[in-house]
């Protein structure tokens, strides 16, 4: 479980096929071993770009996970290029402060870049378009989504796309600031909503 607080910012340093449809990818580990800092262990989950991860295997440099078909075909990590920014956030613990919302880092698919447009000094607005447009039912403004695993609000939404506004400090410590036109990113709807949908549903049989 996760919040889509990010919490480091790390960079591809290897992305390879392992077989037709799976992928090892390799990110440079910005997580220091300090008196203040848990290490990260082996089998250990972290979210990359808001998908959940199994650290398969690691040095002091560098982490790796296992990317299965599943989560090729439903995300965009096997895009990235080595240099590519990817949002790291560690599993919660229990007592850990709940800052954004409850993210369990299993993506519903991809969304396509329309827009990103600097309002003032700063502050960004960010236009995406569902690729599986389904998943705007679970979306209301003034709701949460996560982007590449950063818990956003929907600042606005019409029939086709999702706007949410970027304040500085999310556009500075993020890789929200890599991002362009036609760039793909991960979503993920707020689990509260679809547990709600299958409740009226089953209640409807």
Not at 55 to 82: C, I, N, Q, W, Y
Not at 85 to 93: D, F, G, P
Not at 155 to 180: G, M, R, V
Request: glycine residues 6%.
């Amino acid at each position: 479980m996760f919040t889509g607080i990010i919490q480091k910012v790390a960079r591809v340093s290897m992305l390879e096929k392992t077989s037709a449809q799976s992928y090892r990818l390799r990110i440079t580990n910005p997580y220091a071993v300090s008196a203040n800092e848990d290490p990260i262990h082996l089998g250990e989950s972290i979210a990359n770009n808001g998908v959940c991860l199994t650290v398969t295997s690691m040095g002091p440099d560098h982490l790796d996970f296992d990317l299965s078909p599943e989560t090729v075909e439903r995300t965009a990590l096997s895009r990235l290029k080595v240099g590519s920014a990817v949002n790291l956030e560690r599993s919660l613990r229990m007592g850990d402060r709940l800052s954004g919302h409850w993210v369990q880092g299993h993506v519903d698919g991809t969304a396509k870049v329309i827009k990103v447009h600097e309002v003032e000094k700063g502050y960004y607005d960010l236009q995406i378009e569902p690729i599986d447009q389904s998943v705007l039912r679970y979306c209301v403004k003034k709701g949460s989504l996560a982007v590449d695993g950063i818990s956003l609000t929907i600042h606005d939404l019409d029939s086709k796309s999702l706007q949410f506004q970027i304040i500085p400090h999310t556009w500075a410590e993020t890789a929200l600031h890599d991002l362009s036109h036609g760039d793909l990113v991960n979503i993920e709807v707020d689990v509260l909503a679809k547990y709600i949908e299958r409740m009226k549903n089953y209640d409807a049989t």
